[in-house]
């Protein structure tokens, strides 16, 4: 993220009291941290609260006994189809940032990434503890005989790879390989919604996965028409 800087010639006819003022008022906003607009910290505030929604109604849908005839069916399926949905609003940031002019959009990217790989690992964790008790035998037996969970696994390898290098940190001492390897969410919501639509085809219910694939498509595509769009005006 980077942020705008401006700056001002010093009027040679300025006093001398004036001129140190002036430079002691630069250097003070020099050093003063790059702060956004007003509304991004409660803004912030009010994301982080509602993304923990998803699981709020799962606990409190076992509380009350409500998690229907096969509660880690449910669990499993409502964390993967949440995990899917932050993917989609972490791929939007960057679309409405440039509709709107909006810069400071992109500070939810981070934040919103981070709990679609949340969303997955509880997705995961359920899976591979609540529904196979860690047996290897019935996981390996169960990716022969439905591959979607292959890719949900390759999906799943790829997020781990996004949130370990998430952290500041990272993005200083990857520098332009970050930007290449965080490049990989594309990949990663293909291969969710792939690994949703095989899981729903065996059911024949593929509303939701064409909804969510349209809106997929919807995204990488805008990207695509973006990028055609600025390497024709670079040859130009």
Same mark, same amino acid.
């Given at each position: 993220?980077?942020?705008? &800087?401006?700056?001002?010639?010093?009027?040679?006819?300025?006093?001398?009291?004036?001129?140190t003022?002036?430079?002691?008022?630069?250097?003070?906003?020099?050093?003063?941290?790059?702060?956004?607009?007003?509304?991004?910290?409660?803004a912030? =505030?009010?994301?982080?609260?509602?993304?923990?929604?998803?699981?709020?109604?799962?606990?409190?849908?076992?509380?009350t006994?409500?998690?229907?005839?096969?509660?880690?069916?449910?669990?499993?399926?409502?964390?993967?189809?949440? &995990? #899917?949905?932050?993917?989609?609003?972490?791929?939007?940031?960057?679309p409405?940032r440039?509709?709107?002019?909006v810069?400071? %959009?992109?500070?939810?990217?981070?934040?919103?990434?981070?709990?679609?790989?949340?969303?997955?690992?509880?997705?995961?964790t359920?899976y $591979?503890?609540?529904?196979?008790?860690?047996? =290897?035998? !019935?996981?390996?037996?169960?990716?022969?005989?439905?591959?979607?969970?292959?890719?949900? %696994?390759?999906? %799943?390898?790829?997020? $781990?790879?996004l949130?370990?290098?998430?952290?500041?940190?990272?993005?200083?001492?990857?520098?332009?390989?970050?930007?290449?390897?965080?490049?990989?969410?594309?990949?990663?919501?293909?291969? !969710?919604?792939l690994h949703?639509?095989?899981?729903? !085809?065996?059911?024949?219910?593929? $509303?939701?996965p064409? $909804?969510?694939?349209?809106?997929?498509?919807? #995204? #990488?595509?805008?990207?695509v028409?973006?990028?055609?769009?600025?390497?024709?005006r670079?040859?130009?």
């Amino acid at each position: 993220m980077a942020s705008d &800087t401006q700056s001002a010639t010093e009027n040679e006819q300025h006093t001398a009291p004036r001129a140190t003022q002036a430079g002691a008022s630069s250097s003070a906003a020099a050093r003063r941290p790059a702060t956004g607009p007003r509304w991004i910290v409660p803004a912030k =505030v009010a994301v982080f609260i509602a993304a923990w929604y998803p699981l709020a109604r799962i606990v409190l849908f076992g509380m009350t006994d409500r998690l229907g005839a096969n509660p880690i069916e449910f669990i499993t399926r409502s964390t993967g189809l949440w &995990t #899917l949905v932050f993917l989609c609003i972490t791929l939007a940031v960057t679309p409405l940032r440039r509709l709107t002019g909006v810069a400071a %959009f992109v500070r939810f990217r981070r934040m919103l990434g981070l709990y679609a790989f949340f969303y997955a690992t509880l997705h995961f964790t359920t899976y $591979i503890w609540f529904d196979k008790w860690f047996d =290897v035998a !019935a996981i390996l037996k169960d990716i022969g005989k439905r591959p979607f969970i292959t890719v949900g %696994f390759a999906a %799943f390898v790829l997020l $781990i790879a996004l949130a370990v290098t998430s952290p500041r940190a990272m993005v200083r001492k990857l520098g332009r390989r970050w930007q290449t390897l965080h490049r990989a969410i594309y990949a990663i919501a293909m291969l !969710a919604i792939l690994h949703f639509w095989w899981m729903k !085809a065996g059911k024949h219910d593929l $509303i939701l996965p064409k $909804i969510y694939g349209a809106i997929v498509v919807a #995204l #990488l595509g805008w990207r695509v028409l973006v990028w055609l769009r600025e390497r024709r005006r670079r040859l130009k």
